[in-house]
Protein backbone atom coordinates (compact mmCIF):
# COMPACT_ATOMS: atom_id res chain seq x y z
CA UNK A 1 0.00 0.00 0.00
CA UNK A 2 1.41 3.17 -1.12
CA UNK A 3 1.12 7.08 0.66
CA UNK A 4 -0.81 8.05 -2.02
CA UNK A 5 -4.82 7.76 -2.27
CA UNK A 6 -5.14 9.91 -5.16
CA UNK A 7 -2.57 10.41 -8.23
CA UNK A 8 -3.88 12.99 -10.28
CA UNK A 9 -1.44 13.09 -13.78
CA UNK A 10 -1.06 15.87 -16.42
CA UNK A 11 -4.72 16.36 -16.17
CA UNK A 12 -6.16 18.75 -18.87
CA UNK A 13 -9.41 20.55 -19.18
CA UNK A 14 -10.95 22.69 -21.96
CA UNK A 15 -14.29 23.67 -22.30
CA UNK A 16 -16.37 24.66 -25.42
CA UNK A 17 -17.88 27.63 -25.41
CA UNK A 18 -19.68 29.77 -27.31
CA UNK A 19 -16.42 32.16 -27.77
CA UNK A 20 -14.35 29.09 -28.26
CA UNK A 21 -12.07 27.07 -26.05
CA UNK A 22 -11.46 27.92 -22.47
CA UNK A 23 -8.29 25.88 -21.08
CA UNK A 24 -9.34 25.38 -17.65
CA UNK A 25 -6.97 23.56 -16.21
CA UNK A 26 -3.37 22.89 -17.81
CA UNK A 27 -1.26 19.44 -16.94
CA UNK A 28 -2.02 19.85 -13.90
CA UNK A 29 -0.46 16.99 -11.62
CA UNK A 30 -0.69 15.98 -7.73
CA UNK A 31 -0.97 13.57 -5.27
CA UNK A 32 -3.36 13.52 -2.10
CA UNK A 33 -1.34 11.41 0.42
CA UNK A 34 -3.22 9.24 2.62
CA UNK A 35 -4.83 10.21 5.91
CA UNK A 36 -3.67 14.05 5.58
CA UNK A 37 -5.36 17.34 4.51
CA UNK A 38 -3.99 18.85 1.34
CA UNK A 39 -5.11 22.41 0.38
CA UNK A 40 -5.68 23.54 -3.35
CA UNK A 41 -5.24 27.32 -3.14
CA UNK A 42 -5.96 30.04 -6.29
CA UNK A 43 -8.38 32.91 -6.63
CA UNK A 44 -11.94 32.30 -8.64
CA UNK A 45 -11.32 31.17 -12.17
CA UNK A 46 -8.23 29.27 -11.10
CA UNK A 47 -9.42 25.78 -11.63
CA UNK A 48 -9.65 24.76 -7.88
CA UNK A 49 -12.98 23.32 -8.31
CA UNK A 50 -13.03 21.85 -11.88
CA UNK A 51 -10.00 20.10 -10.26
CA UNK A 52 -12.13 18.07 -7.40
CA UNK A 53 -15.27 18.19 -10.28
CA UNK A 54 -13.14 15.72 -12.24
CA UNK A 55 -12.37 13.59 -9.20
CA UNK A 56 -15.66 13.07 -8.97
CA UNK A 57 -16.61 12.99 -12.72
CA UNK A 58 -18.97 16.07 -12.48
CA UNK A 59 -17.93 18.10 -15.57
CA UNK A 60 -20.65 19.05 -17.50
CA UNK A 61 -20.62 17.46 -20.76
CA UNK A 62 -18.88 20.79 -23.52
CA UNK A 63 -15.57 19.87 -21.17
CA UNK A 64 -12.66 17.93 -22.36
CA UNK A 65 -10.53 16.05 -20.02
CA UNK A 66 -7.44 14.57 -20.97
CA UNK A 67 -4.72 12.97 -18.51
CA UNK A 68 -5.18 10.55 -15.71
CA UNK A 69 -6.81 10.30 -12.01
CA UNK A 70 -6.51 7.10 -10.36
CA UNK A 71 -7.61 6.40 -6.85
CA UNK A 72 -5.77 3.55 -4.59
CA UNK A 73 -8.07 2.77 -2.01
CA UNK A 74 -6.98 0.82 0.77
CA UNK A 75 -7.53 -2.52 0.48
CA UNK A 76 -8.74 -2.75 -2.88
CA UNK A 77 -7.35 -2.79 -6.65
CA UNK A 78 -6.69 0.95 -7.85
CA UNK A 79 -9.43 3.03 -9.75
CA UNK A 80 -8.32 4.54 -13.16
CA UNK A 81 -11.46 6.92 -12.23
CA UNK A 82 -10.61 9.25 -15.39
CA UNK A 83 -10.62 6.39 -17.96
CA UNK A 84 -14.20 4.50 -16.53
CA UNK A 85 -16.98 4.51 -18.85
CA UNK A 86 -20.48 6.43 -17.27
CA UNK A 87 -22.12 3.33 -16.51
CA UNK A 88 -19.38 1.54 -15.04
CA UNK A 89 -20.74 0.15 -11.29
CA UNK A 90 -17.04 1.68 -10.39
CA UNK A 91 -17.50 4.92 -10.87
CA UNK A 92 -20.64 4.93 -8.39
CA UNK A 93 -18.40 3.24 -5.46
CA UNK A 94 -16.15 6.42 -6.07
CA UNK A 95 -19.31 9.14 -6.27
CA UNK A 96 -20.03 9.08 -2.70
CA UNK A 97 -18.67 5.92 -1.10
CA UNK A 98 -15.34 6.32 -1.43
CA UNK A 99 -15.20 9.93 -2.43
CA UNK A 100 -17.80 12.34 -1.17
CA UNK A 101 -18.08 16.15 -1.19
CA UNK A 102 -19.11 19.15 0.91
CA UNK A 103 -20.28 21.96 -0.60
CA UNK A 104 -19.90 25.74 -0.30
CA UNK A 105 -24.03 26.47 0.44
CA UNK A 106 -25.41 24.32 2.62
CA UNK A 107 -28.86 25.80 1.70
CA UNK A 108 -28.42 24.47 -2.03
CA UNK A 109 -26.58 21.26 -1.25
CA UNK A 110 -29.86 19.64 0.90
CA UNK A 111 -33.21 18.70 -0.43
CA UNK A 112 -35.65 21.12 0.98
CA UNK A 113 -38.39 18.97 0.95
CA UNK A 114 -36.94 15.27 2.68
CA UNK A 115 -35.99 15.85 6.60
CA UNK A 116 -32.46 15.58 7.53
CA UNK A 117 -32.57 12.45 9.01
CA UNK A 118 -33.83 10.47 5.81
CA UNK A 119 -31.19 12.72 3.53
CA UNK A 120 -28.37 11.70 5.83
CA UNK A 121 -29.74 7.88 6.09
CA UNK A 122 -30.40 7.88 1.79
CA UNK A 123 -26.81 7.96 1.74
CA UNK A 124 -26.20 4.93 3.56
CA UNK A 125 -29.09 3.36 1.53
CA UNK A 126 -27.48 3.87 -1.66
CA UNK A 127 -24.20 2.08 -0.77
CA UNK A 128 -24.76 -0.99 1.56
CA UNK A 129 -27.38 -3.11 1.96
CA UNK A 130 -28.70 -2.48 5.16
CA UNK A 131 -32.44 -1.75 6.15
CA UNK A 132 -34.01 1.28 6.65
CA UNK A 133 -33.51 0.90 10.28
CA UNK A 134 -29.98 0.54 10.74
CA UNK A 135 -29.45 3.13 8.35
CA UNK A 136 -31.37 5.65 10.26
CA UNK A 137 -29.16 4.02 13.35
CA UNK A 138 -26.10 4.67 11.69
CA UNK A 139 -27.19 8.41 10.39
CA UNK A 140 -28.17 9.09 14.08
CA UNK A 141 -24.80 7.97 15.33
CA UNK A 142 -22.94 10.62 12.15
CA UNK A 143 -24.88 13.24 13.00
CA UNK A 144 -24.52 13.15 17.07
CA UNK A 145 -20.32 13.00 16.11
CA UNK A 146 -20.89 16.19 14.34
CA UNK A 147 -21.93 18.02 17.20
CA UNK A 148 -25.51 18.24 16.54
CA UNK A 149 -27.70 17.81 19.95
CA UNK A 150 -31.12 15.93 20.97
CA UNK A 151 -30.19 13.75 17.67
CA UNK A 152 -33.67 11.89 17.07
CA UNK A 153 -36.13 15.32 16.90
CA UNK A 154 -33.38 16.98 14.67
CA UNK A 155 -33.53 14.36 12.33
CA UNK A 156 -37.47 14.76 11.97
CA UNK A 157 -36.64 18.33 11.23
CA UNK A 158 -36.49 19.95 7.35
CA UNK A 159 -33.32 22.35 6.56
CA UNK A 160 -35.18 25.21 6.73
CA UNK A 161 -35.29 25.01 10.46
CA UNK A 162 -31.87 24.10 11.03
CA UNK A 163 -29.05 27.31 10.99
CA UNK A 164 -26.38 27.74 8.36
CA UNK A 165 -23.74 26.51 10.87
CA UNK A 166 -26.28 23.30 11.59
CA UNK A 167 -26.67 22.98 7.99
CA UNK A 168 -23.35 22.06 7.17
CA UNK A 169 -22.79 19.79 9.92
CA UNK A 170 -25.37 17.69 8.44
CA UNK A 171 -23.85 17.32 5.10
CA UNK A 172 -20.57 16.36 6.74
CA UNK A 173 -22.51 13.65 8.38
CA UNK A 174 -23.80 13.28 4.95
CA UNK A 175 -20.40 13.03 3.45
CA UNK A 176 -19.31 11.20 5.81
CA UNK A 177 -21.43 8.37 7.18
CA UNK A 178 -20.15 5.98 4.18
CA UNK A 179 -16.57 5.97 5.80
CA UNK A 180 -15.19 8.05 2.25
CA UNK A 181 -11.42 7.12 2.33
CA UNK A 182 -11.26 10.97 0.20
CA UNK A 183 -13.56 14.02 1.64
CA UNK A 184 -13.28 17.05 -0.71
CA UNK A 185 -14.50 19.80 1.14
CA UNK A 186 -15.24 22.94 -1.49
CA UNK A 187 -14.93 26.14 0.10
CA UNK A 188 -17.50 24.64 2.96
CA UNK A 189 -17.14 27.67 5.44
CA UNK A 190 -17.06 30.92 2.85
CA UNK A 191 -20.90 31.19 3.46
CA UNK A 192 -20.84 31.13 7.54
CA UNK A 193 -19.67 33.53 10.09
CA UNK A 194 -16.70 33.38 11.45
CA UNK A 195 -17.57 31.84 14.79
CA UNK A 196 -19.20 29.21 13.03
CA UNK A 197 -16.56 28.51 10.37
CA UNK A 198 -14.24 28.28 13.49
CA UNK A 199 -16.36 25.42 14.74
CA UNK A 200 -16.47 23.68 11.41
CA UNK A 201 -12.59 23.77 10.62
CA UNK A 202 -12.09 22.57 14.18
CA UNK A 203 -14.57 19.85 13.45
CA UNK A 204 -13.31 19.07 10.48
CA UNK A 205 -9.66 18.59 11.67
CA UNK A 206 -10.71 16.68 14.84
CA UNK A 207 -13.09 14.23 12.45
CA UNK A 208 -10.25 13.43 9.75
CA UNK A 209 -7.78 12.79 12.80
CA UNK A 210 -10.06 10.24 14.39
CA UNK A 211 -11.53 8.61 11.28
CA UNK A 212 -7.61 8.86 9.97
CA UNK A 213 -9.30 9.85 5.65
CA UNK A 214 -7.94 12.40 3.58
CA UNK A 215 -9.32 15.17 2.85
CA UNK A 216 -9.03 17.07 -0.29
CA UNK A 217 -9.78 21.38 1.12
CA UNK A 218 -10.51 24.04 -1.57
CA UNK A 219 -10.34 28.00 -0.26
CA UNK A 220 -9.08 30.89 -1.25
CA UNK A 221 -8.69 31.94 2.67
CA UNK A 222 -4.82 31.19 3.66
CA UNK A 223 -5.84 31.79 7.27
CA UNK A 224 -8.06 28.49 6.90
CA UNK A 225 -5.09 27.09 4.87
CA UNK A 226 -2.73 27.28 7.93
CA UNK A 227 -5.27 26.02 10.36
CA UNK A 228 -6.56 22.64 8.40
CA UNK A 229 -3.92 21.85 5.89
CA UNK A 230 -0.48 19.35 6.07
CA UNK A 231 0.35 19.79 2.41
CA UNK A 232 -0.44 23.10 0.33
CA UNK A 233 -0.95 23.09 -3.71
CA UNK A 234 -1.44 26.98 -5.00
CA UNK A 235 -3.00 27.48 -8.44
CA UNK A 236 -2.92 30.20 -10.78
CA UNK A 237 -4.64 30.36 -13.90
CA UNK A 238 -5.38 26.28 -14.47
CA UNK A 239 -1.73 25.45 -13.15
CA UNK A 240 0.11 24.70 -10.16
CA UNK A 241 2.45 27.35 -9.43
CA UNK A 242 3.89 26.21 -6.35
CA UNK A 243 3.04 22.83 -3.79
CA UNK A 244 4.89 22.38 -0.79
CA UNK A 245 4.23 21.68 2.88
CA UNK A 246 1.91 24.19 4.74
CA UNK A 247 5.06 25.80 6.59
CA UNK A 248 7.13 26.11 3.68
CA UNK A 249 4.16 27.80 1.52
CA UNK A 250 3.20 30.28 4.70
CA UNK A 251 6.55 30.97 5.82
CA UNK A 252 9.22 30.73 2.99
CA UNK A 253 7.15 30.88 -0.11
CA UNK A 254 9.15 31.15 -3.32
CA UNK A 255 6.43 32.15 -6.42
CA UNK A 256 5.41 35.84 -6.42
CA UNK A 257 2.15 34.53 -7.03
CA UNK A 258 2.62 32.90 -3.40
CA UNK A 259 3.67 35.76 -2.13
CA UNK A 260 1.70 37.87 -3.70
CA UNK A 261 -1.15 35.91 -1.73
CA UNK A 262 -0.04 36.34 1.05
CA UNK A 263 0.78 40.14 0.93
CA UNK A 264 -2.62 40.59 0.26
CA UNK A 265 -4.27 38.90 3.14
CA UNK A 266 -5.33 41.17 5.56
CA UNK A 267 -3.43 41.42 8.44
CA UNK A 268 0.27 42.57 9.94
CA UNK A 269 2.14 41.55 7.39
CA UNK A 270 0.74 43.97 4.49
CA UNK A 271 0.95 46.82 6.82
CA UNK A 272 5.00 46.42 6.90
CA UNK A 273 5.33 46.04 3.34
CA UNK A 274 2.89 48.99 2.24
CA UNK A 275 3.70 50.17 -1.58
CA UNK A 276 4.28 46.74 -2.74
CA UNK A 277 1.21 46.95 -4.53
CA UNK A 278 -0.75 43.18 -5.45
CA UNK A 279 -1.31 44.03 -9.39
CA UNK A 280 2.36 44.41 -10.22
CA UNK A 281 3.09 41.19 -8.81
CA UNK A 282 -0.10 39.21 -9.86
CA UNK A 283 1.93 40.55 -13.69
CA UNK A 284 4.88 39.19 -12.48
CA UNK A 285 3.32 35.45 -12.32
CA UNK A 286 1.38 35.89 -15.15
CA UNK A 287 4.62 36.37 -17.31
CA UNK A 288 6.25 32.81 -15.54
CA UNK A 289 2.87 31.08 -16.33
CA UNK A 290 5.01 29.29 -19.50
CA UNK A 291 7.66 28.00 -17.82
CA UNK A 292 7.76 24.56 -16.19
CA UNK A 293 7.23 23.02 -12.92
CA UNK A 294 10.43 21.92 -11.03
CA UNK A 295 10.66 20.04 -7.72
CA UNK A 296 13.61 22.32 -5.35
CA UNK A 297 13.52 19.57 -2.77
CA UNK A 298 11.56 15.72 -1.80
CA UNK A 299 8.42 17.85 -1.05
CA UNK A 300 8.41 21.34 -2.73
CA UNK A 301 8.09 22.28 -6.12
CA UNK A 302 7.30 25.32 -7.71
CA UNK A 303 6.93 27.21 -11.25
CA UNK A 304 10.43 28.68 -12.78
CA UNK A 305 9.51 32.64 -13.50
CA UNK A 306 10.73 35.76 -15.04
CA UNK A 307 11.90 37.75 -12.34
CA UNK B 1 -11.55 66.59 14.36
CA UNK B 2 -14.86 67.12 14.26
CA UNK B 3 -17.96 64.91 14.93
CA UNK B 4 -19.93 64.20 12.17
CA UNK B 5 -22.23 62.30 12.86
CA UNK B 6 -23.80 60.97 16.14
CA UNK B 7 -26.57 58.02 16.86
CA UNK B 8 -28.37 58.33 20.42
CA UNK B 9 -30.82 55.26 21.88
CA UNK B 10 -31.47 53.93 17.95
CA UNK B 11 -33.66 51.66 17.87
CA UNK B 12 -35.60 49.33 15.36
CA UNK B 13 -38.07 46.46 15.15
CA UNK B 14 -39.27 44.18 12.57
CA UNK B 15 -43.06 42.68 13.69
CA UNK B 16 -42.27 42.48 17.25
CA UNK B 17 -38.66 41.60 17.21
CA UNK B 18 -35.98 44.06 18.48
CA UNK B 19 -33.67 44.05 15.81
CA UNK B 20 -31.39 46.96 16.98
CA UNK B 21 -32.11 47.88 20.64
CA UNK B 22 -31.16 51.20 21.89
CA UNK B 23 -27.83 52.08 20.07
CA UNK B 24 -25.70 54.76 20.48
CA UNK B 25 -22.37 55.67 19.24
CA UNK B 26 -20.41 58.65 17.13
CA UNK B 27 -18.31 59.33 14.22
CA UNK B 28 -15.70 61.68 14.47
CA UNK B 29 -14.53 63.37 10.60
CA UNK B 30 -12.32 61.63 8.44
CA UNK B 31 -11.97 58.40 10.53
CA UNK B 32 -12.83 54.63 9.40
CA UNK B 33 -15.00 52.97 11.84
CA UNK B 34 -16.22 49.35 11.30
CA UNK B 35 -18.97 47.29 12.71
CA UNK B 36 -19.11 43.47 13.07
CA UNK B 37 -20.83 41.15 13.78
CA UNK B 38 -22.30 37.78 13.57
CA UNK B 39 -25.14 37.65 10.36
CA UNK B 40 -28.78 38.83 12.41
CA UNK B 41 -26.42 40.82 14.71
CA UNK B 42 -28.26 43.83 13.09
CA UNK B 43 -25.32 45.86 11.58
CA UNK B 44 -27.72 46.19 8.54
CA UNK B 45 -30.36 47.60 9.57
CA UNK B 46 -28.74 49.85 11.88
CA UNK B 47 -26.76 51.32 8.78
CA UNK B 48 -30.44 51.48 6.65
CA UNK B 49 -31.28 53.11 9.52
CA UNK B 50 -28.79 55.78 9.76
CA UNK B 51 -29.27 56.20 6.02
CA UNK B 52 -33.25 56.26 6.29
CA UNK B 53 -33.68 53.71 3.98
CA UNK B 54 -35.49 52.66 6.56
CA UNK B 55 -37.22 54.81 9.45
CA UNK B 56 -35.87 53.84 13.21
CA UNK B 57 -38.82 53.80 15.56
CA UNK B 58 -37.12 55.67 18.21
CA UNK B 59 -33.54 57.34 18.81
CA UNK B 60 -31.85 59.99 16.85
CA UNK B 61 -29.30 60.05 14.16
CA UNK B 62 -27.73 63.36 14.03
CA UNK B 63 -25.76 64.55 11.32
CA UNK B 64 -23.40 67.51 10.66
CA UNK B 65 -23.79 68.47 7.12
CA UNK B 66 -21.97 71.11 5.36
CA UNK B 67 -25.25 73.45 6.45
CA UNK B 68 -25.25 72.26 10.27
CA UNK B 69 -26.37 69.93 12.73
CA UNK B 70 -29.27 68.15 10.81
CA UNK B 71 -31.65 65.18 12.72
CA UNK B 72 -32.14 62.72 10.13
CA UNK B 73 -34.65 60.54 11.35
CA UNK B 74 -36.84 63.64 11.74
CA UNK B 75 -36.48 65.01 8.02
CA UNK B 76 -38.82 64.68 5.54
CA UNK B 77 -37.96 62.72 2.12
CA UNK B 78 -37.59 66.00 0.33
CA UNK B 79 -35.74 67.62 2.90
CA UNK B 80 -33.06 64.33 3.35
CA UNK B 81 -32.72 65.17 -0.64
CA UNK B 82 -29.57 67.56 -0.44
CA UNK B 83 -28.16 65.44 2.65
CA UNK B 84 -28.29 62.30 0.29
CA UNK B 85 -25.24 63.54 -1.74
CA UNK B 86 -23.29 63.96 1.70
CA UNK B 87 -24.16 60.35 2.19
CA UNK B 88 -23.91 57.65 -0.08
CA UNK B 89 -23.33 53.65 0.24
CA UNK B 90 -21.23 51.18 -1.20
CA UNK B 91 -22.90 47.81 -1.51
CA UNK B 92 -22.09 44.16 -0.83
CA UNK B 93 -22.86 42.23 -4.11
CA UNK B 94 -21.27 44.01 -7.21
CA UNK B 95 -22.97 42.12 -9.84
CA UNK B 96 -26.51 42.65 -8.24
CA UNK B 97 -25.69 46.34 -7.25
CA UNK B 98 -25.31 47.60 -11.19
CA UNK B 99 -27.92 48.02 -13.61
CA UNK B 100 -26.80 45.18 -16.54
CA UNK B 101 -28.92 47.44 -18.99
CA UNK B 102 -27.14 50.90 -18.26
CA UNK B 103 -23.78 51.48 -19.42
CA UNK B 104 -20.96 52.70 -16.79
CA UNK B 105 -21.70 56.68 -18.40
CA UNK B 106 -25.13 56.10 -17.65
CA UNK B 107 -24.80 54.77 -14.24
CA UNK B 108 -22.22 57.47 -13.42
CA UNK B 109 -24.61 60.14 -14.34
CA UNK B 110 -27.44 58.90 -12.68
CA UNK B 111 -26.75 60.47 -9.10
CA UNK B 112 -25.74 63.72 -10.70
CA UNK B 113 -29.09 63.65 -13.03
CA UNK B 114 -31.25 63.12 -9.78
CA UNK B 115 -29.42 66.27 -8.27
CA UNK B 116 -30.13 68.31 -10.74
CA UNK B 117 -26.13 69.48 -11.14
CA UNK B 118 -24.06 70.37 -14.17
CA UNK B 119 -24.32 70.27 -17.73
CA UNK B 120 -24.09 67.31 -20.09
CA UNK B 121 -20.52 68.57 -20.69
CA UNK B 122 -19.71 68.87 -17.04
CA UNK B 123 -21.46 65.42 -16.43
CA UNK B 124 -19.36 63.90 -18.85
CA UNK B 125 -15.61 65.55 -17.72
CA UNK B 126 -16.85 64.49 -14.42
CA UNK B 127 -17.43 60.87 -15.15
CA UNK B 128 -14.52 60.50 -16.75
CA UNK B 129 -12.69 62.25 -13.73
CA UNK B 130 -14.37 59.63 -11.43
CA UNK B 131 -13.31 57.10 -13.35
CA UNK B 132 -9.68 57.96 -13.58
CA UNK B 133 -9.66 58.42 -10.09
CA UNK B 134 -10.72 54.29 -9.36
CA UNK B 135 -8.10 53.49 -11.92
CA UNK B 136 -10.56 52.57 -14.66
CA UNK B 137 -9.66 53.55 -18.13
CA UNK B 138 -11.85 56.05 -19.66
CA UNK B 139 -13.03 53.41 -22.57
CA UNK B 140 -14.97 51.88 -19.56
CA UNK B 141 -17.56 54.41 -19.89
CA UNK B 142 -19.56 53.38 -23.17
CA UNK B 143 -19.59 49.93 -21.63
CA UNK B 144 -22.00 47.54 -19.92
CA UNK B 145 -21.44 45.92 -16.48
CA UNK B 146 -20.85 42.68 -17.83
CA UNK B 147 -17.87 43.27 -19.60
CA UNK B 148 -16.02 43.79 -16.22
CA UNK B 149 -14.86 41.78 -13.57
CA UNK B 150 -15.82 41.50 -10.07
CA UNK B 151 -12.96 44.03 -8.83
CA UNK B 152 -13.73 46.48 -11.82
CA UNK B 153 -17.69 46.66 -10.88
CA UNK B 154 -16.79 47.15 -7.56
CA UNK B 155 -14.72 50.40 -8.76
CA UNK B 156 -17.71 51.33 -10.66
CA UNK B 157 -19.57 51.17 -7.42
CA UNK B 158 -17.22 52.99 -5.55
CA UNK B 159 -17.10 55.76 -8.51
CA UNK B 160 -20.81 56.21 -8.66
CA UNK B 161 -21.00 56.62 -4.37
CA UNK B 162 -18.47 59.19 -4.91
CA UNK B 163 -19.19 61.48 -7.64
CA UNK B 164 -21.87 63.53 -5.69
CA UNK B 165 -18.29 64.02 -3.26
CA UNK B 166 -20.19 62.93 -0.27
CA UNK B 167 -18.64 62.95 2.90
CA UNK B 168 -19.84 59.84 4.86
CA UNK B 169 -19.49 56.57 2.93
CA UNK B 170 -21.08 53.78 4.02
CA UNK B 171 -19.50 50.33 2.93
CA UNK B 172 -22.20 47.20 3.82
CA UNK B 173 -19.64 44.18 3.19
CA UNK B 174 -18.06 45.87 0.17
CA UNK B 175 -14.98 43.90 -0.38
CA UNK B 176 -16.35 40.26 1.61
CA UNK B 177 -17.60 39.09 -2.24
CA UNK B 178 -14.17 39.49 -3.45
CA UNK B 179 -11.04 37.27 -4.43
CA UNK B 180 -8.04 38.43 -1.25
CA UNK B 181 -6.30 39.99 -4.10
CA UNK B 182 -8.79 42.28 -5.40
CA UNK B 183 -9.77 43.07 -2.00
CA UNK B 184 -6.69 44.32 -0.96
CA UNK B 185 -6.74 46.21 -3.96
CA UNK B 186 -9.66 47.93 -3.44
CA UNK B 187 -8.64 48.46 0.59
CA UNK B 188 -5.94 50.37 -1.04
CA UNK B 189 -7.98 52.00 -3.53
CA UNK B 190 -10.82 52.93 -0.76
CA UNK B 191 -7.57 54.12 1.76
CA UNK B 192 -6.11 56.25 -1.21
CA UNK B 193 -8.98 57.95 -1.64
CA UNK B 194 -9.94 58.65 1.76
CA UNK B 195 -6.72 60.33 2.23
CA UNK B 196 -7.55 62.40 -0.62
CA UNK B 197 -10.89 63.44 -0.19
CA UNK B 198 -11.28 63.18 3.59
CA UNK B 199 -13.91 61.12 3.75
CA UNK B 200 -15.24 59.27 7.16
CA UNK B 201 -16.40 55.57 6.46
CA UNK B 202 -18.61 53.07 7.87
CA UNK B 203 -17.36 49.84 7.34
CA UNK B 204 -19.70 47.29 8.02
CA UNK B 205 -17.88 43.81 7.67
CA UNK B 206 -18.21 40.35 9.32
CA UNK B 207 -14.19 39.81 8.11
CA UNK B 208 -12.41 40.40 11.49
CA UNK B 209 -8.84 40.17 9.95
CA UNK B 210 -10.21 43.63 7.63
CA UNK B 211 -11.64 45.50 10.18
CA UNK B 212 -8.59 45.22 11.98
CA UNK B 213 -6.19 46.49 9.36
CA UNK B 214 -8.71 48.99 7.56
CA UNK B 215 -10.67 50.32 10.41
CA UNK B 216 -9.59 53.32 13.33
CA UNK B 217 -12.37 52.14 15.68
CA UNK B 218 -14.57 49.37 15.64
CA UNK B 219 -17.81 48.74 17.30
CA UNK B 220 -19.10 45.19 18.19
CA UNK B 221 -23.21 44.23 17.75
CA UNK B 222 -24.86 41.38 18.94
CA UNK B 223 -28.50 40.35 18.81
CA UNK B 224 -28.96 43.78 18.16
CA UNK B 225 -26.71 45.40 21.25
CA UNK B 226 -23.78 47.03 20.78
CA UNK B 227 -21.91 45.19 23.38
CA UNK B 228 -18.16 46.61 22.89
CA UNK B 229 -16.53 50.11 21.06
CA UNK B 230 -13.19 51.44 21.26
CA UNK B 231 -10.30 51.98 19.26
CA UNK B 232 -9.46 48.99 16.62
CA UNK B 233 -5.94 48.17 18.43
CA UNK B 234 -7.96 48.59 22.04
CA UNK B 235 -10.69 46.81 20.96
CA UNK B 236 -8.71 43.73 19.59
CA UNK B 237 -5.72 43.38 22.39
CA UNK B 238 -7.57 43.86 25.27
CA UNK B 239 -11.19 42.74 24.18
CA UNK B 240 -13.94 43.61 27.68
CA UNK B 241 -16.77 41.81 26.43
CA UNK B 242 -16.92 37.70 25.98
CA UNK B 243 -18.40 37.84 22.26
CA UNK B 244 -15.69 39.78 21.50
CA UNK B 245 -13.23 37.43 23.05
CA UNK B 246 -15.43 34.32 20.94
CA UNK B 247 -15.17 36.54 17.82
CA UNK B 248 -11.56 37.09 18.07
CA UNK B 249 -10.92 33.71 19.18
CA UNK B 250 -12.53 32.74 15.70
CA UNK B 251 -9.90 34.35 13.09
CA UNK B 252 -7.40 31.10 11.94
CA UNK B 253 -4.01 32.35 12.42
CA UNK B 254 -1.56 32.13 9.25
CA UNK B 255 0.50 30.35 11.71
CA UNK B 256 0.27 26.39 11.63
CA UNK B 257 1.65 26.67 14.74
CA UNK B 258 -1.16 28.42 16.60
CA UNK B 259 -4.11 26.12 16.48
CA UNK B 260 -8.06 27.71 16.30
CA UNK B 261 -9.38 27.18 19.81
CA UNK B 262 -12.49 29.07 19.21
CA UNK B 263 -14.23 29.45 22.84
CA UNK B 264 -17.47 27.54 23.48
CA UNK B 265 -20.44 29.69 22.99
CA UNK B 266 -22.22 28.07 25.74
CA UNK B 267 -19.36 28.44 28.46
CA UNK B 268 -19.77 32.53 27.98
CA UNK B 269 -21.82 35.25 29.33
CA UNK B 270 -22.82 36.70 26.56
CA UNK B 271 -26.38 38.33 27.09
Known sequence: MSDCLLSINDLSVVFKTEFGFVQALDQVSFNVPRESVTALVGESGSGKSVTSNSIMRLLPSNAKCVGGITMYPANADPIPISSLKPKDARLRRVRGELVSMVFQDPMTALSPVHRIGDQVAEAILCHRKVNNKTAWNEAATMLTRVGIPDVQQKMRMYPFEFSGGMRQRAIIAMALVCNPQLLICDEPTTALDVTVQAEILVLIKSLQKSLKNSVLFITHDLGVVAQVADRVVIMYNGQIVEEGSVRKILGTPEHPYTRHLLTSFPGAQRKQQSGSRPGNLKKAAATGADTELIWTSADHRVRRYIQ | ?271
Open chain 2, 1 to 271: MNQLLSVNGLCKSYSEQMVVRSVSFDIRESSTVGIVGESGSGKTTLVKSILRAIKPDAGSVRYHSRAGWKNLDQLSSKDLLPLRREIQMIFQDPFASLNPRMTVQAILEEPLNIHKMGNSTWRKQRVAEMLQRVQLDASSAGRFPHAFSGGQRQRIGIARALILEPRLVVCDESVSALDVSVQAQILDLLNDLQKDLGLTYLFVAHDLSVVREFCDEVLVMYKGRLVEQGATKQVFDKPQHDYTRLLLSAIPSLNPDEPLQPLDRKLLDLD
